[in-house]
Structure formats: C-alpha cells, structure tokens
C-alpha cells in the first residue's frame, strides 16, 4: 500500500562522501588570509587542522611544488646506524604487512623519528614517478618537506592517523592515501613511524588499525632484545596473555625496569621523577609485591599466571618469565639475600613495606603465620618489623 502522502525519496550521502564533502569545504578556507588562525572547521580531524596550520605558518600554499629531497649519504648512514635495533626488529613485521595489503597496491615505510625513509617494502611501481618519489630509502617526508603527511602528522602528533588524498597540505600529494602510526622505544621515546602508502587506491580507513597492530608488534620485538633477567607479561584480567595486546616489563637482576611497551606503560605507570632525575624504577615503585617473589615464580612456574597488585589497589594478571641474563639460583641450604631497592628514596622504601605487610595481613585475613609465609619472611621477622611485641596474642 502507498503511503497517504507520498513525498520524494531523500538522497543518501555516505558517510566517507559527506567526510570528503566537508574537506573540500575546510580547504576552501586555506585561501583566506586568517586561515591560520581560523576555528576548527566541521568535518575535519583535529589532528589535521594543527598540521593545516602548520603549514600555514611556515608560509606554504596548497598549489606549491613539493620537492621529495632525500639525505645525504652520510646522513642516512648514521641514522640507519643509530636504528639498527629498530630496522632489525621492523623487517620481519614489515614483510608480514606487505603479505596483507601488496595486493591492494599499497607498499610499506619505515621512517626515523626526523622523518627519513630508512626501509621500504612491497609493491613500488618502478614505471609511476609517483610511488619512486616516496618509495626509496633517505628521502625525507617529514612535515616540514613535505608538508601533511600520515609522517609528519603521525610524528607531530605521537597518534596513528589515516589520511585520503585531498586530505594533505598540498595539492601534489592528492593522489596518496596512508595509515600510519608511531613506534615507541622501550623507554618511551618515539624512534619512528610505521606507514602503509598507495597511490590511486580507494579509502581504507581499517589500515590504520592494521599499522598500529604492527607498530606495536615492532615494540615487542624491540623490548624483547633487551638483555633482561625477567620478563613481565601484564594485562587485565581475562586479558591475553603471552600473544598480541599483552603488556611488556623487562627487569634486570636487581629488579630495575630496563623498558616496557606501550601497553605496559599504560596498565603500570611508572612514578613521575623531578626534572633532570633519571634514575632507574625499581619493581616494587610499580607492583605492590616483593621482587624476590616474581624471580621464584620466574624459575619455578614460569607457564602458571598470577596475580600482580599494583600500589593503586587494582590487580593484573602476569606470566612472569626467565630471561637470558637471570643469574642462577643459589644452592640449597643457601639463605637468599632480599634485593635492595638502591635506587629508591629511604621513605618509600619504608612506606613500600609498611604496605606490603598490610596487604598480606589483610589477604590472611589477620593471620601473622599466613602473612609472613605469603612475603617470604619468618613469623618473628614480621613481628619485628610490625613493632608488635604482644607476640602471644596473634595467631
């Protein structure tokens, strides 16, 4: 049956079409004199209106010539010699991304934190001037050479971005389309960036997750080269654990954090330091458990998980593993000596351990024996350390 009052049928706008739409509008305004200092207009990333801007405020137009220059030769030899680690660990992800998006058209970069191309995978069309102005090692795409790029914008931004043709700075650059995302050191620190190109290609706005995937498994095979006592695999519980989306810890022999990946840094904060102070972080200014505790569990069931408190009061799940550089245990019948947190303040030491037997009371729901078992201590020693001499009274 018709409807009583029949009207004609509304048009139907994509929402990648209505996206494009609004993009053309906002580069409209790149013409006007106050575009730099113009409101975020509808429809257009954050992210890429701050690289618009920049754009804008070196003194650049969309309708330029960009030049793809490339690095001197010795220059990028002593930033392939400075990411080494970081190419090593980038090839074999590389290879694999090249397995899942070559026959779509798109070719892979690797990038140093400056922006230069140190490695490129897949697919470059050696007959399209196009892809070789991208698709060679030492040319430079950072944001200041090439204006919006998934590179400069990821670099800039510290944040994967996808980014579609008229969707950059300049007008040479409307025939690419790239996901891109950061690649973090073990410390912390941006090396680099991950970028998946093509030319001519249609949108794919799910590659961006796919370049952070493997940013993140390029993370994980840095941190893993570390040459670490313990490994710490953390995540929520119910959480995977020893595959893709895990935290990484790796410890020295002393406790002390040698690095963590991204997610790592995310579930453990590590304590913020004062300006200029960087010493190491020890395992107990991070988890509310004896680092004595996590080598056993290390060397005696290094496959079972655990639970792992953290001082906020939550608790992680963790396999907590041996690596290459854990010294070996002691012989039996030798006492084993309780590491010493060198690095940390003398008060949080104190105030650490005053925690610590709190919680372990509390879990044994007030029994001393219970207690001092689960911290590795003597009944006596716990006593003495909780001032308590009403020994008698407790059971």
């Not at 102005?133 to 994967?160: F, K, N, Q, Y």
């Not at 006596?380 to 059971?395: I, W």
């Amino acid at each position: 049956m018709s409807p009583a009052h029949p009207t004609a049928p509304m048009p139907v706008i994509s929402h990648m079409g209505e996206r494009h739409a609004l993009v053309s509008q906002a580069r409209l305004q790149l013409q006007e004199p106050a575009a730099s200092h113009a409101l975020l207009p509808a429809g257009v990333a954050p992210w890429l209106w701050r690289s618009w801007q920049r754009c804008l405020l070196q003194d650049r137009h969309p309708a330029e010539r960009v030049e793809f220059e490339a690095v001197g030769p010795h220059a990028l030899n002593r930033a392939q010699e400075q990411q080494h680690a970081l190419l090593q660990a980038a090839r074999p992800v590389m290879a694999q991304l090249v397995g899942a998006v070559g026959a779509m058209h798109y070719f892979c970069l690797l990038t140093d934190a400056a922006g230069t191309v140190l490695e490129v995978q897949g697919p470059v069309d050696q007959r399209d001037m196009r892809a070789l102005a991208i698709g060679r090692v030492g040319v430079d795409l950072s944001e200041l050479c090439v204006g919006t790029s998934a590179i400069g914008a990821v670099l800039a931004e510290h944040a994967p971005v996808w980014l579609h043709r008229h969707e950059h700075f300049f007008d040479d650059l409307r025939d690419y389309s790239c996901a891109g995302a950061p690649i973090f050191g073990p410390q912390g620190q941006c090396l680099g960036m991950l970028d998946i190109t093509g030319i001519d290609v249609p949108e794919r706005p799910e590659l961006l997750h796919l370049a952070l995937r493997c940013s993140r498994a390029i993370e994980d095979r840095l941190l893993r080269t570390l040459p670490h006592a313990l490994l710490l695999h953390v995540n929520w519980p119910g959480g995977p654990l020893g595959q893709e989306g895990e935290g990484l810890m790796a410890f020295d022999n002393d406790g002390c954090l040698l690095g963590s990946n991204s997610v790592a840094r995310q579930l453990v904060p590590r304590p913020a330091q004062p300006p200029g102070m960087n010493q190491p972080t020890h395992s107990q200014e991070l988890l509310a458990l004896p680092w004595a505790h996590l080598v056993e569990h290390a060397r005696r069931r290094p496959d079972a998980l655990m639970q792992l408190p953290l001082w906020s009061g939550l608790r992680l799940q963790a396999l907590v593993q041996p690596g290459p550089q854990l010294h070996p245990p002691l012989p039996t019948g030798v006492a084993a000596t309780p590491v010493a947190m060198s690095s940390a303040h003398p008060s949080l030491l104190r105030t650490s351990e005053h925690l610590l037997i709190q919680q372990a009371l509390q879990e044994a729901q007030g029994n001393v024996s219970q207690a001092a078992k689960r911290l590795g201590l003597s009944r006596a020693t716990l006593y003495r350390r909780l001032g308590n001499k009403r020994n008698g009274s407790a059971r």
